[in-house]
């Protein structure tokens, strides 16, 4: 598979980059260049969703620049890192989830190739909004990198940036959300449009809002990604043959 990896807060300098591409999308710019990376023994496109120091918010991210040069790089495989929050108190931070739902609370964002007359309109089937082979891929190199995964959950993609109320934590959870993330749409919904298989591998940061008594500090935050984003590039290095 042709794999890239966009990769989420924390996750800038998981691997040997080679080369860098300005790719233009007919869509605005992009987060980044695309760069060129050695993961394992293989090589795989990079992509830093929030950019080159990390400073795009979500809701301010151009998903279908970002997509689309995927696209005209002829990508097929996209695995996808999100830093989230944990509502289902199992998911402690530091632990990674490969969910396989996803329910989408945002708002105002560009979320669609089909957006005028002059473009096909793509009704894109949804029920399953990760790809189930690259989820079992995903699976497979956690197994080959002796990495432990939760291997399903529900991603509720928030507006952000600021993060949720205790009581909005309350309705995701009752609504079946059992993680909460800023990012994954309409990222995963552009992938399907643009035809590319497209998974998450998500991080847990923090507790969200409420699930336990400590104040969620971002100092923290930061502190478990630095940590947490080590074995997620294992994981990815350990097992790109199964991925790329
Ligand atoms: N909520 C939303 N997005 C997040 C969180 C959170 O608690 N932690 C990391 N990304």
């Keep these: 598979m042709n794999l890239a990896v966009i990769a989420g807060t924390g996750a800038l300098d998981l691997f ?7 790719v233009n999308s007919r869509y605005g710019s992009p987060s980044a260049p695309l760069s060129r990376i050695r993961i394992g023994e293989r090589h795989a496109w990079f992509l830093p969703r929030h950019g080159k120091p990390h400073a795009i918010p979500p809701h301010a991210i ?25 509502i289902d108190p199992n998911l402690k931070p530091g632990s990674l ?28 089937e949804f029920a399953e909004p990760f790809s189930g082979s690259t989820r079992m891929a995903l699976l497979s190199a956690a197994r080959k990198a002796g990495i432990s995964v939760h291997q399903s959950g529900c991603y509720a993609v928030t507006q952000g940036p600021r993060l949720e109320t205790t009581a909005e934590i309350a309705r995701l959870a009752a609504d079946g959300c059992t993680l ?65």
């Design 180 to 244: 909460v993330g800023m990012t994954a749409m309409p990222e995963a919904a552009l992938a399907r449009e643009a035809g590319l298989d497209y998974a998450s591998l998500s991080v847990v940061a923090n507790p969200a809002a409420g699930v336990t008594d400590q104040v969620i500090s971002l100092e923290e935050i930061h502190r478990v990604l630095g940590a947490a984003m080590l074995e997620v590039g294992r994981l990815l290095r350990d097992g790109a043959g199964e991925l790329a």
């Design 97 to 124: 989830v490969v969910p396989d739902q996803l329910i989408d609370y945002t708002w105002g964002r560009a979320h669609t190739f089909s957006d005028s007359a002059d473009d096909s309109l793509a009704h894109i």
């Design 16 to 22: 040997e980059v080679l080369d860098e591409f300005a």
């Design 62 to 86: 151009n998903y279908r620049a970002n997509i689309d040069i995927l696209r005209q790089s002829g990508v097929d495989r996209v695995v996808a890192v999100h830093a989230v929050g944990g």
